[in-house]
């Protein structure tokens, strides 16, 4: 069984979606010539905002493709937004589920039967003070070594002064955002796709730990790139590391003045 969706459903998101964000959103895209207008390809990109999956869907789409995404299982849960979920073919991601070749295995075959797949290789928003990318989680790597799929880089910028994530570190960048909702004035959403990244160096051998983490720094590097393009500055020597971050605050010593003023 191929991956199921509704042509209907489809375009009744287009046609409601695409002017409500051309009315809510100004626009500076670029490189829409590098998303193929054919086949299975993984649209990965930076992640910045819970509002970005919406500007990069509206970019997709101008593109010539209709976005699938990995959503939350939680969300196919709730009432009409599953109808909407189903209907258009987003596939969903049990987090709690422990093996991960498992959990993409829905991915695999909507890659195979031509989808867009549009994927955020950090797997949340990212946490870097200055909204940079973090690294990456090895499944997109894993999925376009499987399939065969191109892998397209994407950056986008703006949809965090629209939404900034509620739980972004509080300092830099991330910590001088006004968290909410602004709509007003109306936000530039920049987005531009890069030429598909190079990862034959990493085909036709076994998917070993070192091999899909090679391949996705690959992946999170063309992605800095572009960002650092867009923003017009330059990145950080270290990408933001959000396990290793807060392994290092879970093994750090109480500060005696915190825990006092605490209580404890």
Not at 108 to 132: M, N
Not at 146 to 173: F, S
Request: hydrophobic share 40%; aromatic share 6%.
């Amino acid at each position: 069984m191929g991956h199921a969706y509704s042509p209907g459903w489809r375009k009744l998101t287009i046609v409601i979606l695409r002017p409500l964000l051309s009315g809510l959103l100004k626009r500076d895209w670029r490189g829409r010539g590098n998303v193929p207008g054919e086949g299975g390809v993984i649209i990965a990109a930076n992640h910045i905002s819970e509002a970005d999956p919406l500007a990069l869907a509206h970019f997709v789409c101008a593109s010539g493709r209709y976005p699938v995404y990995l959503a939350k299982s939680t969300l196919f849960d709730v009432r009409f937004i599953k109808s909407v979920l189903r209907g258009t073919g987003q596939i969903p991601v049990y987090r709690d589920h422990d093996d991960a070749s498992l959990v993409l295995q829905d991915a695999e075959k909507a890659l195979l039967d031509g989808e867009c797949l549009v994927v955020y290789p950090e797997g949340s928003c990212t946490r870097d003070p200055d909204l940079w990318p973090m690294t990456g989680q090895t499944g997109v790597a894993r999925l376009a070594l499987k399939t065969g799929a191109k892998v397209v880089p994407v950056a986008n910028w703006g949809a965090h002064e629209l939404m900034p994530y509620k739980k972004a570190e509080q300092t830099g960048l991330a910590g001088s955002l006004k968290k909410g909702l602004h709509p007003f004035p109306r936000k530039t959403m920049k987005v531009v796709a890069g030429p598909p990244v190079d990862l034959s160096a990493y085909e036709g051998r076994p998917l070993s730990r070192e091999t899909l983490r090679a391949a996705t720094d690959a992946i999170m590097a063309a992605i800095t790139g572009l960002l650092a393009e867009l923003r017009g500055q330059e990145p950080p020597k270290d990408r933001y590391d959000h396990h290793r971050v807060l392994d290092e605050r879970r093994a750090a010593p109480l500060d005696p003045a915190k825990s006092k003023a605490d209580g404890s």
